[in-house]
């Protein structure tokens, strides 16, 4: 087995993007990133100081207020989303790499995310024709022309999370550009490579300065970035915990905000679903990243007739998984993110246990592997669906097999949860599919499979989220509507 050598562009990552320009932290606080499959430091990262985030968050407000950015037409701005596009696309080696040594993600997997961005970013470019940011229309309380516009909303704070950070920059920063906004990307600690790409990525597209600030932080410092009143929009992707707070922060001054947050979401299957496929479906879905996605069909909902067969059928299908390296192409699962997350999902296991759930399989680290944040694919079954493991989000391979005695009652058992981020449907029977995901209370809804789709729309109903992010409906946070009544026509009305 060959594994690419860490980009040495990467390695020491001293500075933070900030008005165009690469600033040092003053204070010297770094962050060391750990490889999750080998323990050993990949990268050391720097993190803001206050200073530092008024500063990134007075250059967003400059460029917005008096920079060309937001006075450009929508075509001139999506020439620059496709110059970041082409780079995401040369330099996908490098991010996957760095995804996989931050996360555990599968390299396999990895490999293809810059491209899968980059796609984004050309598809907000092309909204640049087709969207309809100026739209004429009759006014209906006097004035003889209106024009419904949608400007952008203005300077936004955009945080993301550690586990997947690049495809949040596309859902966040790329329907933001194309808007006119400015923004300030605050990456997390423990994945800051991919975004400091990013940054070199604009900083080579030649985006003006201060358009598109990067930093890095902590906990103490994101506040900062949601309290400053130059702010005008929160975009956030994180805990549930986490988007209480932004939220009642971002209340407290009316400032526009979109949570993507957490979710405990069902696989609802019916008496006619093929128990095999359920199976190696959703064990594969499982492994990918370990778990770690807010969207994972983490509890499996079971006609009580056939809970015995899935779930040994889910249990072969887990230990066929072969757990290690995730630069190995046999490797089926690679690690945990870090030693913070693996102690997390022993609480759970434990937890689990202890409030009756019968553990199938796996619930501990494997034997063969000494260093890294390995831990087994994990089954409990018969599981409560008021017990903590079924209720919380637990950001691990631990599925929860939860039996049902009728349709109406999986139904029940899907929706019994503050959570509506995602769902899925097993049966054979498409109108039987389409009916019961009309009841399921959730932002997205798949048919035999697995599904989060970012071209159309993604978020979730209740503590899953506000807002969505992805297609034209991912646009639509990052713009505010006006509409102008005019006592004639213009000659000339531009977009």
Not at 24 to 30: N, Q, R, V
Not at 425 to 439: K, Y
Request: negative net charge; contains cysteine.
């Amino acid at each position: 087995m060959t594994v690419m050598q860490t980009p040495s562009r990467v390695h020491e990552l001293d500075r933070l993007f900030i008005g165009g320009e690469w600033v040092k932290a003053a204070s010297g606080a770094c962050f060391e990133v750990i490889d999750s499959g080998t323990e050993a430091v990949f990268a050391r990262t720097a993190l803001a100081s206050g200073d530092e985030m008024s500063r990134a968050i007075a250059s967003a407000r400059t460029a917005f207020d008096t920079g060309p950015w937001p006075r450009m037409t929508h075509a001139d701005r999506a020439s620059y989303l496709r110059a970041i596009a082409a780079g995401l696309r040369e330099r996908a080696g490098e991010l996957g790499e760095c995804w996989t040594r931050e996360t555990g993600v599968l390299h396999s997997a990895a490999l293809h995310v810059g491209a899968g961005v980059a796609g984004m970013f050309d598809y907000y470019a092309d909204l640049a024709d087709t969207f309809p940011f100026v739209a004429e229309m009759a006014p209906t309380a006097g004035g003889d022309h209106g024009l419904l516009v949608r400007e952008p909303v203005g300077v936004v704070g955009a945080i993301i999370p550690w586990n997947g950070p690049l495809g949040m920059i596309g859902a966040k920063v790329a329907p933001a550009l194309i808007a006119g906004c400015t923004i300030i990307l605050k990456a997390a600690p423990e994945a800051p490579a991919d975004p400091m790409i990013v940054a070199e990525i604009a900083e080579a597209a030649g985006l003006p300065p201060g358009v598109l600030n990067v930093v890095v932080a902590d906990r103490e410092i994101s506040e900062q970035l949601v309290r400053d009143a130059r702010v005008d929009k929160i975009t956030f992707t994180g805990s549930t915990a986490a988007g209480r707070r932004i939220a009642s922060i971002c209340g407290e001054r009316i400032a526009r905000c979109t949570l993507e947050l957490g979710g405990k979401s069902a696989a609802v299957l019916l008496d006619d679903a093929d128990i095999e496929y359920a199976a190696r479906h959703l064990a594969a879905c499982e492994t990918l990243l370990t778990g770690q996605v807010c969207s994972s069909l983490t509890r499996i909902i079971v006609p009580r007739r056939l809970q015995n067969d899935f779930v040994s059928a889910l249990a072969a299908a887990f230990n066929e998984v072969n757990i290690g390296d995730p630069f190995d192409p046999a490797t089926g699962m690679g690690p945990l993110a870090t030693q913070r997350q693996r102690d997390r999902v022993e609480h759970y296991i434990a937890k689990g246990i202890e409030e009756g759930g019968r553990l199938v399989t796996g619930g501990r680290r494997p034997d063969h592997l000494a260093k890294g944040w390995f831990f087994e694919p994990t089954i409990f079954d018969n599981v409560d669906n008021g017990s903590t493991i079924a209720r919380e989000e637990i950001f691990g391979p631990v599925l929860s097999v939860v039996p049902a005695d009728s349709e109406a009652d999986a139904v029940r058992i899907a929706n019994d949860t503050i959570y509506g981020l995602n769902a899925s449907v097993f049966t054979a029977d498409v109108d039987r599919a389409l009916a019961i995901s009309r009841e399921l209370r959730s932002g997205t809804v798949g048919h035999n499979a697995w599904r989060s789709d970012f071209g159309v729309a993604f978020g979730g109903f209740k503590q899953s989220g506000i807002g969505r992010e992805g297609g034209r409906e991912g646009l639509l946070p990052f713009l505010e509507t006006k509409f102008i009544v005019l006592d004639g026509v213009p000659q000339k009305i531009d977009a």
